[in-house]
């Protein structure tokens, strides 16, 4: 008898064990939990971190200066065509040519060159247009030039395409003005002068460094020489009434914008 009642016993036992629901099994403490959410919390904040880090490192690559070619270097060659008008009286042209000979330091180029400055005198041109008036008057201007041509200036657009230069150009001069007219003297002058000044100038090439580039200068030249003068009253020596010279030292602005090619 007592046998059987501790079996049915120990079988209720068993069945009620078995059938325990979920929540009855032990729980985890809330400490525990709260610590595990606080390291998965500092593991996406290092995460967040390392990312960052490396969108900063490549946002540093990208804004990076570009290798670029210097604009104007040693063995460059510029050939260039300018023109303009001069003291708002002569229409002028002049062919130049500049060649890079030596660099002092990263994007810092000396040049040396030259060019050939020819003018005509166009508002004696539409003087001449009155009755009984001549008077035609030109010049001729060979001159040299040294200049030293910066990239810094491109560098700041992070451009190849301008050239910045500064120099000194010297050179001489020779004018000559004729007047004639039906009732007074014919007047012959000519002016034969030395030229010195700074030049202040910046060229853009169309594409890259190199090829067909548009260009603009500023020269501020000081001028001293000697200016002579003839009148006459025909074609004959016999007929000059008067003749004398005087000395000229004078400085001005002219503005030159022209086009060229760069090898």
Same mark, same amino acid.
Request: hydrophobic share 40%; proline share 4%.
């Given at each position: 008898?007592?046998?059987?009642?501790?079996?049915?016993?120990?079988?209720?036992?068993?069945?009620?064990?078995?059938?325990?629901?979920?929540?009855?099994?032990?729980?985890? +403490?809330? &400490? %525990? $939990? *709260? !610590?595990? =959410? #606080? /390291? @998965?919390?500092? +593991?996406? &904040? %290092? $995460? *967040? !971190?390392? =990312? #960052? /880090? @490396?969108?900063?490192?490549?946002?540093?690559?990208?804004?990076?200066?570009?290798?670029?070619?210097?604009?104007?270097?040693?063995?460059?060659?510029?050939?260039?065509?300018?023109?303009?008008?001069?003291?708002?009286?002569?229409?002028?042209?002049?062919?130049?040519?500049?060649?890079?000979?030596f660099s002092l330091g990263e994007g810092i180029t000396v040049s040396?060159?030259?060019?050939?400055?020819?003018?005509?005198?166009?508002?004696?041109?539409?003087?001449?247009?009155?009755?009984?008036?001549?008077?035609?008057?030109?010049?001729?201007?060979?001159?040299?030039?040294?200049?030293?041509?910066?990239?810094?200036?491109?560098?700041?657009?992070?451009?190849?395409?301008?050239?910045?230069?500064?120099?000194?150009?010297?050179?001489?001069?020779?004018?000559?003005?004729?007047?004639?007219?039906?009732?007074?003297?014919?007047?012959?002058?000519?002016?034969?002068?030395?030229?010195?000044?700074?030049?202040?100038?910046?060229?853009?090439?169309?594409?890259?460094?190199?090829?067909?580039?548009?260009?603009?200068?500023?020269?501020?030249?000081?001028?001293?020489?000697?200016?002579?003068?003839?009148?006459?009253?025909?074609?004959?020596?016999?007929?000059?009434?008067?003749?004398?010279?005087?000395?000229?030292?004078?400085?001005?602005?002219?503005?030159?914008?022209?086009?060229?090619?760069?090898?």
């Amino acid at each position: 008898m007592f046998l059987r009642q501790f079996l049915a016993t120990t079988a209720a036992v068993a069945v009620l064990a078995a059938g325990l629901p979920a929540f009855a099994q032990p729980q985890q +403490q809330p &400490d %525990e $939990q *709260e !610590e595990q =959410l #606080d /390291e @998965q919390e500092e +593991q996406l &904040d %290092e $995460q *967040e !971190e390392q =990312l #960052d /880090e @490396q969108d900063a490192e490549d946002n540093d690559v990208l804004v990076e200066p570009q290798n670029l070619d210097e604009p104007f270097n040693p063995g460059n060659t510029d050939l260039s065509v300018m023109g303009g008008v001069g003291n708002l009286l002569y229409l002028w042209v002049e062919p130049g040519v500049d060649f890079g000979l030596f660099s002092l330091g990263e994007g810092i180029t000396v040049s040396a060159g030259g060019g050939l400055n020819a003018g005509w005198c166009a508002i004696c041109g539409l003087a001449s247009l009155m009755p009984g008036v001549s008077i035609a008057g030109w010049y001729l201007q060979p001159t040299a030039r040294a200049t030293v041509h910066f990239n810094q200036l491109g560098a700041l657009f992070d451009t190849n395409q301008l050239d910045s230069y500064a120099g000194l150009a010297s050179g001489v001069a020779i004018y000559s003005l004729s007047m004639e007219t039906e009732q007074e003297p014919d007047l012959e002058t000519g002016v034969y002068s030395f030229l010195i000044g700074p030049i202040l100038g910046a060229r853009w090439t169309f594409d890259g460094a190199d090829g067909l580039f548009a260009a603009a200068e500023l020269r501020l030249l000081a001028e001293f020489g000697q200016q002579t003068f003839t009148v006459r009253t025909g074609d004959e020596d016999e007929d000059v009434v008067e003749e004398g010279a005087a000395n000229v030292a004078r400085q001005g602005f002219d503005l030159n914008v022209g086009i060229g090619f760069r090898f």
